[in-house]
């Protein structure tokens, strides 16, 4: 475990980077998609990313406890 926390930042910048390449690919090969389409799947990638951190998951938790109280 100690060893996924050292490569915390590099592994969500590398996956952040892999969405943006398949977002890329998509776009050459299906030349109708609009950017703000593309734009707005990235962003909901890029939520996704931080959600699924150490950090999301504690906000996360604290918005649940909030909301049952």
Same mark, same amino acid.
């Given at each position: 475990? %100690?060893? /996924?926390?050292k490569?915390?930042? /590099?592994l969500?910048l590398v @996956? $952040?980077?892999a969405?943006?390449? $398949? $977002? /890329?690919?998509v776009?050459?090969?299906?030349?109708k998609?609009?950017?703000?389409?593309l734009i707005?799947v /990235?962003i909901?990638? +890029?939520i $996704?990313?931080a @959600?699924?951190?150490?950090q999301? +998951? %504690?906000?996360?938790?604290?918005?649940?406890s +909030?909301?049952q109280?």
């Amino acid at each position: 475990m %100690d060893t /996924f926390l050292k490569l915390f930042p /590099f592994l969500h910048l590398v @996956v $952040l980077a892999a969405g943006a390449i $398949l $977002l /890329f690919v998509v776009k050459r090969k299906y030349p109708k998609v609009r950017n703000s389409e593309l734009i707005t799947v /990235f962003i909901l990638f +890029l939520i $996704l990313v931080a @959600v699924f951190t150490e950090q999301g +998951l %504690d906000w996360i938790k604290r918005l649940m406890s +909030l909301l049952q109280a």
